[in-house]
């Protein structure tokens, strides 16, 4: 039996839904439930911790042949909290209103499982190219699904998104406010959760 | 090269790339950084007194002179943080020359305030630090004989910001008072 080599577009693609981190293995759910109260704080979020998921995958890749596996993790860590500090300085210095929304959430990237995760299962063993595509593709399925998130989250409990007013007056007014608090997180993840396991059912 | 002296060689070299390249993004990023934390303590100071243009430190973090256009005094701000349920309550006070409250600023969740939500967090609503504004002498909680309503369920946060309003006082008389 041979195996098809996957192709590499497969890298870039797969992880934003079929196999997105948080919804199909159900890792990196703290930043996801936390920092979804508004469409424009998940962006943010999730800008950060695609910065640091790509360039540790690269960077990663690059060291590989160099780091005996006995001692990757330390290094891994080295080199993925370098990557939070300088992302935490630079919101320090020119978004100082994101930065104090995101608050610990930006420090606590460092211990992000999907970053830990790819720099483990992926680029550990792959090449740099490669790893760059596996990186994207991890941050774009991210991305999109705190930015739906927050959307939807914002939607409910404010009656904007990104600030913009969607909704009429008399809904404003009485909106579902429960949707921002962290019951709201919970509720609307595992509707997504649902959701997607339906797609795949279908199609399988 | 054997495999564990490359073992700690190699440690030493990532910590060594990492040390250096974080240092040279904190230099290019502190400059900004402190212009950024000064920004932020400028426009909490002029949202307590709004008669000033400029602000001169004399205590740090605590004691403001607000100065108008020619440089003259327009009145102060202190800062203090007594102790409430959960720690420390920042409030901005800003008095004007004859020493009457003209703002107050209970410091939001977002800037460091830790009291519970839904009850000593409370003090950060504006008519909890209306109350204060036009008074001249010091202020103390109904139940401890003054004038200012507490926040039900949150007497130790209501006191904490009451007795920081009346440290606010006592520095007016030791700076400003003729």
């Not at chain 2, 909890?128 to 004038?147: N, P």
Request: glycine share 8%; net charge positive.
């Amino acid at each position: 039996m041979t195996t098809k080599k996957p192709s590499r577009l497969s890298y870039l693609l797969k992880p934003i839904v079929r196999e997105n981190a948080v919804l199909i293995l159900m890792i990196g759910l703290c930043p996801t439930l936390a920092t979804t109260t508004s469409a424009r704080d998940a962006l943010g979020m999730s800008a950060a911790a695609s910065f640091v998921l790509i360039f540790s995958n690269v960077v990663i890749s690059l060291v590989r042949k160099f780091v005996q596996p006995s001692i990757r993790i330390p290094i891994f860590i080295i080199i993925i909290s370098t990557f939070v500090t300088i992302i935490d300085y630079a919101l320090q210095a020119y978004q100082p209103s994101l930065y104090r929304v995101l608050g610990v959430f930006v420090p606590l990237i460092v211990v992000n499982c999907i970053i830990l995760g790819r720099a483990e299962a992926f680029a550990y063993g792959h090449g740099v190219f490669d790893s760059f595509l596996d990186g994207l593709g991890n941050s774009l399925g991210f991305t999109l699904l705190l930015v739906v998130m927050g959307s939807v989250r914002e939607f409910f409990a404010v009656g904007t998104i990104f600030g913009k007013v969607v909704t009429p007056a008399w809904y404003r007014s009485a909106p579902m406010l429960f949707m921002i608090f962290p019951p709201g997180a919970f509720f609307l993840i595992g509707i997504l959760k649902a959701l997607v396991a339906k797609f795949k059912l279908d199609k399988a | 090269m054997n495999s564990k002296t490359w073992m700690v060689v190699s440690l030493l070299i990532t910590c060594l790339a990492a040390g250096f390249a974080l240092s040279e993004v904190y230099a290019v990023t502190k400059p900004k950084i402190e212009q950024q934390k000064v920004d932020a303590t400028n426009s909490a100071l002029s949202q307590v007194l709004v008669t000033a243009q400029s602000f001169k430190e004399i205590e740090k973090d605590s004691l403001w002179y607000g100065l108008d256009q020619s440089g003259a005094k327009t009145g102060i701000v202190t800062r203090s943080g007594l102790r409430g349920y959960g720690g420390p309550v920042p409030v901005l006070v800003g008095l004007d020359l004859t020493g009457r409250i003209v703002g107050l600023k209970v410091a939001s969740a977002a800037e460091g305030m830790k009291e519970t939500p839904g009850l000593g967090l409370k003090a950060t609503e504006d008519w909890f630090a209306r109350q204060f504004v036009g008074l001249d002498s010091a202020t103390a909680l109904k139940k401890e004989g003054g004038t200012i309503d507490a926040i039900s369920g949150a007497t130790i946060t209501s006191r904490a910001v009451a007795r920081g309003v009346a440290q606010a006082i006592r520095k007016y008389s030791e700076h400003l008072k003729p």
